[in-house]
């Protein structure tokens, strides 16, 4: 189940509302729970469970921990708890990978597993491995109820793609949480926004990706492609991002931030800084910090930020180029903390933005290749290995023409800060007070409309 589909819309989550807010309470947990599993049950009927597993592991090692705190045990217990979650998601992800290479490196002919990728597990084994090791450095304490451990651990809003939330960011929430109309109209403000960033807009971009594939190629249809596929890639990521915290917001939980407008920035580590802002928090705390962070050697400090990044990348995928997207940003944040970032700080802004907007562009095309020779094509295709022109490329920028310029700018802050400035005077609030609701309103009638008249698209961040 997908929030982007009409049996979510109208039967599951009128369902889910209307039970979560006619109960007592002490039993808001347990209807959350109930529907998270049946949500997840719906889209993988055998690996919900993992989920089981996964909450029932966590909760007992942090008990053991909280209970057994600076002895060698406490510290037993934390790998112990690790090695579970890393097992899970090694075999269900890297399995086949590994031994993939393995065949390729020494001409073997291990058979692979064959075992399907669970959705959403790169997401929740973080989340419950940053709870026990919250724990065991005395962040955060255990908790003791095994059903609001499992309601963390599977809350459907942010179950399958994010944000990352930690235990201690909806600690207090799980046990009381406020419920108000604001909370409500905004919640449902966030979700209508970020479903119509995917759907109006990200499953647009996907088409034009896809028609580009079977389309008369040119260098300049080769760079429609690409400007296409990164402002797909954003639009349904964080669109998804939006869905998931207005969801939240709707059931008294505040998740975190995920994206921050990142292609207005002007230096790739800015970039990260805005982009999947939770996983980026979660490798800084959980392996660069204890890696040693920067307050090593110099080149200590280098061989830190390759595994993150290589670790970055794995954790997006099982394949080589994931490892090369998570390398290629590795060196890219080396060099500009060796030299690049002073040479940026004197060229303009606008070189600062080319310079992000171009190399963020080579990357989802690294990101986005189904293998090396496709990835070879690409990027031989973007700079002159076609005709600079072709028909289908004056058709296809006439028909996508005016949505990519809308997407363009929705991708930026300008229509933020300018309705809130507008917003902001005395005739702004007069007219905000029904313009926003109605605004709402068309919205969500306009992406139904397009959910029954189309197709079924998965959010790409599903396979991770």
Not at 189 to 200: E, I, N, P, Q, Y
Not at 253 to 275: A, D, H, K, L
Not at 333 to 340: A, Q, Y
């Amino acid at each position: 189940m997908v929030f982007s589909s009409i049996s979510f819309l109208f039967v599951f989550l009128p369902i889910v509302l209307a039970l979560y807010y006619l109960v007592p309470r002490a039993l808001k947990n347990y209807i959350l729970l109930a529907s998270s599993l049946f949500f997840y049950f719906v889209g993988e009927p055998i690996y919900v469970i993992l989920l089981v597993i996964s909450s029932i592991s966590d909760y007992f090692h942090s008990i053991y921990i909280e209970s057994h705190r600076g002895s060698r045990g406490a510290k037993i217990a934390l790998i112990s708890s690790i090695i579970v979650n890393l097992a899970m998601l090694g075999f269900f992800k890297y399995a086949d990978f590994f031994i993939g290479s393995i065949n390729d490196l020494l001409g073997t002919t291990i058979p692979l597993t064959g075992v399907a990728l669970p959705i959403g597990i790169s997401f929740f084994t973080f989340q419950t491995m940053s709870y026990t090791i919250d724990v065991y450095r005395g962040e955060a304490r255990a908790e003791k109820n095994l059903a609001t451990f499992a309601t963390f651990v599977c809350l459907f809003p942010q179950l399958i793609a994010g944000p990352i939330v930690r235990y201690t960011d909806i600690a207090e929430e799980l046990r009381t949480r406020k419920h108000d109309l604001d909370g409500l109209y905004l919640g449902i403000r966030r979700f209508v926004f970020g479903l119509a960033k995917k759907v109006l807009i990200a499953d647009a971009m996907g088409e034009l990706c896809d028609i580009f594939r079977t389309s008369e190629s040119s260098v300049v249809f080769y760079w429609l492609y690409v400007v296409a596929l990164c402002l797909q890639i954003y639009f349904d990521f964080s669109g998804y991002s939006d869905m998931a915290i207005g969801l939240g917001r709707i059931f008294g939980f505040s998740f975190p931030e995920n994206f921050n407008y990142p292609f207005v920035s002007r230096s790739i580590t800015e970039f990260w800084r805005r982009w999947h802002m939770t996983l980026g928090t979660w490798f800084r705390d959980y392996l660069y910090i204890p890696l040693g962070g920067n307050r090593v050697s110099k080149l200590r400090w280098f061989v830190n930020i390759a595994i993150v990044w290589a670790a970055t990348g794995l954790w997006h995928g099982a394949a080589w180029n994931f490892v090369l997207w998570g390398v290629m940003f590795g060196v890219l944040l080396i060099l500009e903390k060796l030299f690049l970032l002073k040479f940026l700080e004197k060229a303009g802004a606008f070189i600062r933005h080319l310079y992000v907007l171009v190399l963020v562009a080579l990357s989802f095309v690294v990101f986005n290749a189904a293998d090396l020779t496709q990835l070879a094509s690409d990027v031989k295709g973007m700079f002159g290995g076609a005709p600079l022109w072709s028909s289908d490329t004056g058709y296809y920028l006439c028909s996508y023409g005016v949505l990519l310029i809308v997407a363009i700018i929705g991708a930026t802050p300008i229509c933020k800060k300018l309705w809130n400035r507008f917003a902001a005077t005395e005739p702004g609030k007069k007219v905000s007070t029904f313009a926003e609701p109605l605004a709402v309103c068309l919205l969500l009638a306009a992406v139904t409309a397009y959910l029954v008249d189309g197709s079924f698209s998965p959010f790409l961040y599903f396979r991770f």
